[in-house]
């Protein structure tokens, strides 16, 4: 049996499988495509953002200097200290502390996501610190946590400078706080400017005052801090160069994201 | 106008009309599967009532499972990078055996500790026709902490896993600087002799 077709619907049909190979193409991309071992053994890039989150280390002398003062601090002193804090203090109740401050944090961050020009991000920071503040009661309670859509990534001033093109300037280690870069430090400083607890534009008038929330905020902090630094240095070989390329890796992906 | 027969026109719509079977997307699920599996038995090793057994009694059964989809060879020389032909074949071993146990003594201690963590994964991102990433979110004591996986498609291997980033942080890439600076003015035997004392302190 023949039919008649118009001359049309061949090319339809063309552009039809076009489409749809169009619509799926990540699916069928060829993935037949076997290494060998040896090519994967080569520098091929896929060292990821190797080159993105290179750190200049001019003052490596005087960072060592203070990596080993803060790494017997964090032992002698932080980690058996962080023992009994975990120990005394409920587990929820650090919790809310640690709510509390982040939300105290939310100018630095909308800073950070305006700077940027990421209105979106700045939106959600805003609904977040909103809701917090009222519904989480100042902030103890995070009210928001099974809103995936109120949870950003967490922006400062340092990324900011990062997304504008501004490399680090140098790596340099502080004592007690750990590592930072010209860029991250300066940005910090901007920060405090936004900061509600921070001088020079604290809402907090009393210093004694100020430095009890500082003490609080850092002291609840402590134990995931320590986590961390025992986590990198736990398994590394040369723990120093271990934190300065895991900082200036974990800055190139926050500043991509 | 042009003819076409009937079964020519639905031969032609079977082959562009009808979804083509996706084998590619679910090769893809299926390498994510099973990472997920190997992940979880780990846990369950991890998780068992003997659990508080040191990392050497479990060391067998934790390598066995892993080594299915994590070719250390391949995560270890890579780490090395250049530094590896400053080995002999007999140091290539040590190191391979140190490094190995270092790490998942380390992170499975983490793994273990405290309840046994959730695992969420989500769906392959192609990267190269021979490489993928699969990113995932163990929850763990009310931390979120992101893992991705990356995976080649090794002959006589199939996917396997060569690099793994926490928190975006590569830990090929780390050891790569790390070994970096220890060959600038150390050698080999200091490194297997560093080795091993982590792993007495570990």
Known sequence: ???????????????MWALLSKAGAEDFVDLDDLLEMDELLDD?????????????????????AFFG???????????????QYVRVIPKEARKGIGNFFNNLEYPRRLTGSLLQFRFG????????????????????MDATQEFEALQPPKEDIGQAFGTWGFKHGFYFVLPFLGPTSLRDFVGRIGGNYVDPTSEPCTQVDDSTDRMILTAVDTVNDLPDIIDIYNSITGSAIDPYTAVRDGYAQLRAVQVAE | MNSFSIRSLFAILLLTVTPLPNLRSNDL????????????RLLDVLHASHSNAPYSDKKDRIIGILDQQFSFDVIIQRSLGRNWNKLNDSQKDQVYTLITDLVLQSYTRELQDGPRPELTFY?????TSSKIEIESIVLLDESKINIS????????????????LVEGISMVSNYRKQFDEHFLKKSASELIDLLKTKLQEA
């Open chain 1, 69 to 83: 003062f803060n790494d017997a601090v964090y032992k002698n002193i932080f980690q058996p200290f962080t023992l």
């Open chain 1, 1 to 15: 049996m023949k039919i008649l077709i118009p001359s049309g619907i061949p090319f339809a049909i063309i552009a």
């Open chain 2, 123 to 127: 769906k392959p991102k192609v990267i």
């Open chain 1, 121 to 140: 991000r700045a939106s959600q920071e805003t609904g977040k610190f909103l809701i917090n503040t009222t519904a989480g009661m100042a902030g103890f």
């Open chain 2, 149 to 164: 996986y990356r995976l080649a498609n090794i002959k006589d291997r199939g996917w396997q896993v060569y690099d793994v």
């Open chain 2, 29 to 40: 699920d299926h390498t994510k599967d099973a990472l997920e599996f190997t992940l979880n």
């Open chain 1, 44 to 64: 091929d890039g896929t060292l990821v953002r190797e080159g993105s989150a290179a750190i200049a280390d001019p003052l490596k002398g005087l960072n060592l």
